[in-house]
Structure formats: C-alpha cells, structure tokens
C-alpha cells in the first residue's frame, strides 16, 4: 500500500494560526470539563418525552435473552404495541431498525433501572467522548490541536447538544458518534500509513455505527469526497477515482449487509410506502428550505424547542423554494476561499455528507420535517469552519496590532461563555414532559403542534381547564381537524361539570355540530351532544339525548363510554332495566372507569340488589378516592351497610 503524501507547503500554510498555546493536554482537559460543565445540570432532571414508553414501560430491553429477537426487530414496535396505536399489527409500524441502540438500552437499564439520574450521566459521559473522539478526528485533519480544540470546543457547547444530551432517548447520536468518528479515524490512519489494522478497525465501527442509526450511510459520501477533494486533490481522474470506487465500495458492502437485515427485520429498505407522506417532487423541492433553516440553527440558536414546523413546497414556482436557493447559492459564494485549505475543505465535506441522510423527508409530518438533534454528526463540519473563522488572523487586520490577540481571545471566550449558557439554559426545558411541553408553546406558539401536543398532555392528567385553551389553539389552526373537535368538545362538557358555565356547554354544542356536518358518522360527537341535552338546565331533552346517544352507539356498539352515558340517561328516566343492561355492559368493557360503579350502584339499589349496590359503591370509592362526592358516597355507603345488617335480637328473646 502506498503511504499518502504530506501536504505540500502552500497547503499547510493555508491553514489558520493556533488560537492558543496551550499545552495539547490541557486543550483536552479543557475542551471535557468545558462539555461536563454544560451538561452537568441534565442529571437533575427526570424522564420526558418518548423516554417513559422507550425506557419505563418498555419490557423488551429488561432482559439480554431478547437480544436474538433485536437483530430483528423495529425499535418502536414495542411502543406500538403499548400505546394501542391505530396502526398496531405484528408488522412493524415505522422505519426505524437499530439494533445498536436497544442493546445499549439494555445495558443501561441493567446498570440504572428506573434511575434518571444513572441515564443522564451516561449520555454526559457519551457526549464527553464524542467531543474527545471529534478533536483527534480533527487535529488528525488540520495537524493543529489548537485549532481543533477550539472546533471541538465549540461542538461541546452548543445548545443544539441539549436535545441529543439532555433528552435519556436522544442518546442515538451521541452514541453513533462515538462509532462513526472513530470509524472515520482509522480510515485516515489507514490512508496515511497504510496499515490495514486500521482499515479493519475502521469496517468494524461502521458495523457498529449503521446498525445504531440509519444516517451512518453518510460514511459513504464522506468517504468519496475525502478520496477526491482531500487526499488525491490535483491527481488525475484514474488516480482519483480508483481508491474513492475501491474503499468506498468496501463500506458500502457494509451497507449493503445492513439494509438485508433492515429488509428482514421491517420488510421494506427505506419506508414502506404505507408510511410515505409526500412525493419525491416535494421532497426535493422541500430540501432547500430545511438546509436553510438548519444552517440557520446552527448560527442563531434562539428559539430551540422538539418544534420547528416546515410547510412542505408544493412548486418551484413558490418563493418558499426559490428565496432558499439563491440563499444557498451566495452561501457558496461566499464560501468559495474556504474550500483552498486542506481543513475548510474537509469541514464543508463532513457537514455536506452528514447532512444528506437527514434530509430523508418523505414520511415525517411538516411539524417534525426539522429536529435539533439531527445536526449532532453535521455540526461538526460547522463548528471547524467556526473555529476557523474565528482563528484567521485576516478577521482581525482591523483592529490595532498591539490588541489584536486580546480582541480575538474575548470574543472567542465570549461566544463559548455564551453557547455554554444557552446550553444549561435549554437543559433544564427537558425537565419533565410539562416543561417541555409548556417550553413549545412559548417559544413556538404560532404553530399548531405544540398546542396539541401540551393539550393532550393535559388531558392526560384530566387538567380540563388546561386543555381547553391548548385545544382551542389547535381548532383556530386547522378548523377542520376532526380529531381536535372531537377532544375539544369532550373537554368543554367536562369543564361544565367542573365549573357550571353556561358558555362550555354552548361551545360544545356548537363544535359538535360542526364536527358532525364535516363527518356525520363521528360516534364520540354525537356521545358528546346527546350528554349536553342530559344535563339539568333549560336545553334538557332527555329523549333527545337519547336520540342522539343512541346513534352515537350504533355506529360503535363496543365503546364503553358511549354504553356508560346511555346507561345513566336511562337511569335518569327511571327505566332501571335499560340502564343495568347498557352499564353492566360498559363495565366489561372498561373495568376501571370509575363513575361506571357508581351508577351502576343506584341501579342496583333501585332494584333492591343491596349487596350488589355496596359492591359497586366500595368500587367506585376505591378507583376515586379524591373524588369531590366521595365523602356522600361513603355516608350513602353506610346507610346502605345498615340496611342488609341483621337486627340486634333483645335479650331473653
């Protein structure tokens, strides 16, 4: 094998000035206590997000003997399977196949259970790694540690991190850091020296990698480009092309290998077509906008949150398409003198080649087209033409020679100081599932999502005064979401319960009627229209509730809550018989609702069947022991009690 050139002079001298003289130890001791510092304050928070059904309920990842079954298995099927989501079957139900991260899960489970603690301190201690594994990546690249301290400082710090650190299931790109950044560093050992240990260590990482995330692909036009823009820049095109074909055809057997055993384990390669959201003219046309609003993360991280919604574009005729275009296009002009050093080159190959698998848009929703933590591999490009920038003496001829390195040495102290604070803030949005929430809402609140979202985390919780106001938001967005209208009128009735103000239960009828003209065959909405005319105020028609009930029952016969308010309306009209068949039916199919017993207590009664009505009040006692009646029913339950107890016989008797 023959060992790669050194860069020639004007090359080297290309290269920006050291931004320190700082010992290289000390650059790395920096550089990690720098990282541990901003994110130390994850491990006070808890678990958020997906982190509950991917981590707390998640039983698959208790035991290694389902270690067999993860080489063939989607990593979300098991979320599917608990969350009862509409699409639940034995196939799987998303595109996501990464066999790496469930047996990471697992160890981590084995180490930390339930402890939020033990998981944050290990994605710290994951992202200290890859912040140690970038700089040798990069001083390897630039032969300059000061440079490459300062580049994989600035990786550290940024708050586009918290996502990927702060968040226990964002670890996936930290975790396919510490395996690609290495991967990538022994094939630049292996070029350099030609040593074929380092190819092999180099295969055997990018097993590693691929197989924890799907944007490891990015490998191969990372490696291409490395072939003909860095180590064989200026040779001719055979000399060129032949070791970029021969290396990269390697990892892509590696990917070849990967995307079998994706294809045996999902049963498509890239997304089932079931799951595919918009065309590829879309997608394409799409593309330029989302570069551009990463770009724009990456420079003015202000408003960082889980929601960054990207409308997509429907014709290149749009300003949406054409603004980011010619936004790219004086990009690339302006970085055209970047690309004349070895280290500009290779920062806008590694961002460019790591960016491309993000940009798989055709089965995300426009809500989630963006995600912070996407940029954890492509932000490594950036942060050493940030760093370069800020080391090239050229910056700074404006300033008096005398202060020039004072200047310098602030304003980079300044930014890291800056970034570093940013970050701690954004760690603590990921706190619990209400901060994170609650953090969308206030830094994205023109956008529906994040009121949905926080809505339906209130409804959760049965906080109705708080869904309302977020499912109101969501209604003014998209007026026409029947799944909006159907929680928001559900929501009004309870608040009504709650509070007894006339407006709710005006605005649920009048959402009901405007759900049910868009979809007339909505079983929830005429459930929740036929209870408005079951309560006790001037619009109570009970038979007209049942009319509107009965209907709601007839297009789902097996919903356990439509049985339980047809069952208490009867109960209302004294016609017991009725009532105990449609009650007695809504608590086999929902064992657990509480109020079921409690009607089906009175039923009972009615019927003289004191035994059974006891039962059922003790229930309900028990599923709503905070309940605002609890206390009447247990004065009722002890009438009752008394009634079925023997008389006390007189004495002598």
Same mark, same amino acid.
């Given at each position: 094998?023959?060992?790669?050139?050194?860069?020639?002079?004007?090359?080297?001298?290309?290269?920006?000035?050291?931004?320190?003289?700082?010992?290289?130890?000390?650059?790395?001791?920096?550089?990690?206590?720098?990282?541990?510092?901003?994110?130390?304050?994850?491990?006070?928070?808890?678990?958020?997000?997906?982190?509950?059904?991917?981590?707390?309920?998640?039983?698959?990842?208790?035991?290694?003997?389902?270690?067999?079954?993860?080489?063939?298995?989607?990593?979300?099927?098991?979320?599917?399977?608990?969350?009862?989501?509409?699409?639940?079957?034995?196939?799987?139900?998303?595109?996501?196949?990464?066999?790496?991260?469930?047996?990471?899960?697992?160890?981590?489970?084995?180490?930390? #259970?339930?402890?939020?603690?033990?998981?944050?301190?290990? $994605?710290?201690?994951? @992202?200290?790694?890859?912040?140690?594994?970038?700089?040798?990546?990069?001083?390897?690249?630039?032969?300059?540690?000061?440079?490459?301290?300062?580049?994989?400082?600035?990786?550290?710090?940024?708050?586009?991190?918290?996502?990927?650190?702060?968040?226990?299931?964002?670890?996936?790109? +930290?975790?396919?850091?510490?395996?690609?950044?290495?991967?990538?560093?022994?094939?630049?050992?292996?070029?350099?020296?030609?040593?074929?240990? @380092?190819?092999?260590?180099?295969?055997?990482?990018?097993?590693?990698? =691929?197989?924890?995330? !799907?944007?490891?692909?990015?490998?191969?036009?990372?490696?291409?480009?490395?072939?003909?823009?860095?180590? /064989?820049?200026?040779?001719?095109?055979?000399? =060129?092309?032949?070791?970029?074909?021969?290396?990269?055809?390697?990892?892509?057997?590696?990917?070849?290998?990967?995307?079998?055993?994706?294809?045996?384990?999902?049963?498509?390669?890239?997304?089932?077509?079931?799951?595919?959201?918009?065309?590829?003219? !879309?997608?394409?046309?799409?593309?330029?906008?989302?570069?551009?609003?990463?770009?724009?993360?990456?420079?003015?991280?202000?408003?960082?949150?889980?929601?960054?919604?990207?409308?997509?574009? *429907?014709? +290149?005729?749009?300003?949406?398409?054409?603004?980011?275009?010619?936004?790219?296009?004086?990009?690339?002009?302006?970085?055209?003198?970047?690309?004349?050093?070895?280290?500009?080159?290779?920062?806008?190959?590694?961002?460019?080649? $790591?960016?491309?698998?993000?940009?798989?848009?055709?089965?995300?929703?426009?809500?989630?087209?963006?995600?912070?933590?996407?940029?954890?591999?492509?932000?490594?490009?950036?942060?050493?033409?940030?760093?370069?920038?800020?080391?090239?003496?050229?910056?700074?001829?404006?300033?008096?020679?005398?202060?020039?390195?004072?200047?310098?040495?602030?304003?980079?102290?300044?930014?890291?100081?800056?970034?570093?604070?940013?970050?701690?803030?954004?760690?603590?949005?990921?706190?619990?599932?209400?901060?994170?929430?609650?953090?969308?809402?206030?830094?994205?609140?023109?956008?529906?999502?994040?009121?949905?979202?926080?809505?339906?985390?209130?409804?959760? *919780?049965?906080?109705?005064?708080?869904?309302?106001? !977020?499912?109101?938001?969501? @209604?003014?967005?998209?007026?026409?979401?029947?799944?909006?209208?159907?929680?928001?009128?559900?929501?009004?009735?309870?608040?009504?319960?709650?509070?007894?103000?006339?407006?709710?239960?005006?605005?649920?009828?009048?959402?009901?009627? &405007?759900?049910? #003209?868009? &979809?007339?065959?909505?079983?929830?909405?005429?459930?929740?229209?036929?209870?408005?005319?079951?309560?006790?105020?001037?619009?109570?028609?009970?038979?007209?509730?049942?009319?509107?009930?009965?209907?709601?029952?007839?297009?789902? +016969?097996?919903?356990?809550?439509?049985?339980?308010?047809?069952?208490?309306?009867?109960?209302?009209?004294?016609?017991? &018989?009725?009532?105990?068949?449609?009650?007695?039916?809504?608590?086999?199919?929902?064992?657990?609702?509480?109020?079921?017993?409690?009607?089906?207590?009175?039923?009972?009664? /009615?019927?003289?069947?004191?035994?059974?009505?006891?039962?059922?009040?003790?229930?309900?006692?028990?599923?709503?022991? $905070?309940?605002?009646?609890?206390? #009447?029913?247990?004065?009722?339950?002890?009438?009752? #009690?008394?009634?079925? *107890? +023997?008389?006390? *016989?007189?004495?002598?008797?």
């Amino acid at each position: 094998m023959k060992k790669r050139e050194p860069r020639s002079k004007k090359d080297s001298s290309e290269q920006p000035a050291p931004a320190s003289s700082l010992p290289r130890r000390w650059i790395v001791r920096l550089i990690l206590a720098a990282a541990f510092l901003a994110f130390a304050n994850t491990t006070f928070n808890g678990f958020a997000y997906d982190d509950t059904t991917q981590i707390l309920k998640n039983d698959f990842i208790r035991s290694f003997t389902n270690l067999p079954r993860a080489m063939v298995t989607e990593a979300w099927f098991w979320r599917a399977r608990l969350d009862q989501d509409p699409g639940e079957s034995d196939k799987p139900t998303t595109p996501y196949y990464r066999p790496v991260f469930t047996v990471y899960l697992m160890a981590c489970w084995a180490l930390f #259970r339930d402890s939020a603690f033990g998981w944050h301190v290990g $994605n710290v201690v994951l @992202h200290m790694l890859a912040v140690y594994l970038v700089f040798l990546l990069l001083e390897r690249i630039t032969s300059n540690a000061p440079l490459s301290g300062l580049a994989a400082l600035l990786f550290a710090l940024h708050p586009l991190r918290s996502e990927s650190v702060a968040w226990i299931s964002g670890l996936t790109d +930290p975790l396919l850091a510490v395996c690609f950044v290495p991967s990538f560093y022994h094939y630049v050992l292996f070029r350099e020296a030609g040593k074929r240990k @380092h190819l092999y260590y180099a295969l055997g990482l990018f097993v590693l990698a =691929i197989f924890e995330k !799907e944007p490891a692909v990015g490998m191969l036009p990372l490696l291409a480009g490395y072939e003909m823009l860095i180590i /064989n820049r200026g040779k001719s095109l055979k000399e =060129i092309v032949r070791p970029a074909a021969l290396y990269t055809g390697m990892f892509l057997a590696v990917s070849a290998f990967y995307f079998g055993m994706r294809y045996k384990a999902l049963g498509f390669i890239l997304q089932d077509s079931k799951y595919v959201k918009h065309t590829p003219s !879309e997608v394409l046309l799409t593309i330029p906008i989302v570069i551009c609003k990463y770009i724009g993360l990456l420079l003015w991280p202000v408003k960082l949150s889980i929601f960054h919604e990207t409308p997509i574009v *429907q014709t +290149p005729l749009s300003v949406r398409f054409i603004a980011p275009v010619l936004a790219l296009i004086a990009l690339g002009w302006l970085l055209r003198n970047v690309a004349s050093s070895t280290p500009g080159r290779f920062g806008l190959l590694f961002f460019v080649a $790591n960016l491309i698998p993000v940009l798989n848009l055709g089965a995300f929703d426009a809500s989630f087209l963006i995600q912070e933590r996407y940029l954890y591999l492509p932000s490594i490009g950036f942060s050493l033409l940030l760093a370069m920038a800020l080391s090239n003496p050229k910056a700074w001829e404006w300033i008096a020679f005398g202060s020039r390195r004072a200047v310098q040495a602030a304003v980079i102290i300044g930014l890291c100081l800056v970034l570093g604070g940013k970050a701690l803030s954004q760690n603590l949005v990921w706190k619990d599932d209400e901060t994170l929430f609650n953090h969308g809402v206030e830094v994205a609140g023109e956008q529906l999502m994040p009121h949905y979202i926080l809505g339906f985390q209130y409804l959760k *919780q049965q906080q109705w005064l708080k869904v309302v106001p !977020e499912l109101e938001a969501c @209604h003014e967005a998209d007026p026409k979401n029947k799944f909006t209208i159907t929680n928001l009128t559900a929501a009004h009735l309870q608040v009504y319960e709650l509070t007894k103000e006339r407006s709710h239960l005006d605005r649920a009828i009048a959402l009901a009627e &405007d759900g049910l #003209r868009l &979809d007339d065959e909505n079983p929830l909405l005429w459930d929740s229209l036929g209870k408005t005319y079951s309560y006790d105020t001037e619009l109570k028609n009970l038979d007209r509730a049942r009319s509107f009930l009965m209907r709601g029952y007839r297009l789902q +016969p097996n919903n356990a809550m439509i049985n339980f308010h047809i069952g208490t309306l009867y109960l209302k009209q004294q016609n017991i &018989d009725a009532a105990l068949l449609y009650l007695e039916q809504s608590r086999m199919l929902a064992p657990g609702l509480p109020d079921i017993y409690k009607s089906l207590g009175y039923a009972y009664e /009615n019927r003289g069947r004191l035994a059974e009505a006891i039962n059922s009040l003790e229930n309900y006692v028990l599923l709503q022991p $905070n309940a605002l009646d609890v206390e #009447r029913e247990k004065k009722h339950l002890e009438t009752l #009690r008394a009634k079925v *107890q +023997p008389a006390p *016989q007189k004495p002598g008797g």
